[in-house]
């Protein structure tokens, strides 16, 4: 269990721990300082110009504003624990972003889609953190929490919307059927080694497995609230 391993308390803590432990958490707080600000440019800021009405624009800047402040809370707490900052942007660093924001975004329908459930792949990764033993994580974690279900709900009501008509309903269900297929990547390979070390050091709780079968059961329970369907995914997406 999480509690196994000792908490680190502070940056200062964090600089006496061993490598290896040090390693796995830089890896963490790298890849969400990426993946915050490379979602946040290719899917919230372009998400202004498709939303239909003010409010609902209104709604997407603060979305955006969000995910760059998620971007920024990472990389801040990056530099604190000594991680070069060129390693914590896209455009600089080896690491690449995951593959869902490769999903090519061009209608209000998709991200919409991209809230409901994208956002709520994140919900899951963020709850994991919640137990972190490294603290500061875990803090950083329980700030970012309360928005990411925004995000999530924000993809709910806009999704409900959308629902109103025929036609908008019709392609909001394509859109799903088009994004849905592309999140489950998102928590990485089952029996992933880094994973493992992960669990070991108490910084994450769950395997990668379990958390891509609670997100398709929780995403499926989203659909039937929306009174949509998800596409079937390919049984070698679940192992
Ligand atoms: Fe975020
Ligand atoms: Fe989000």
Redesign the pocket.
Known sequence: MADAYPQVKTTQDFAQQSPEYRNSIEKLVVSHAINELQ?ARVFDEPAVALAPHPYAKWLTCR?AM??YG?HCKFFDLGRQIGIDEDRMLPEKTAKKPLSMFDFPLTTWEEFVAI?AFG?LA?ILQVEDLLHCSFLPLRNLARSTMP??KF?HDFGMQFGRELLKDPESKARFQAAVNRVFPVVPAFFGASRSKNNAIFREFGIKLRTNEDMRADYVARASAAAADLGLTLPELPAEMLH
């Open positions: 979602g979305v969000e995910e998620h809230k956002d994140e928005e990411e995000h």
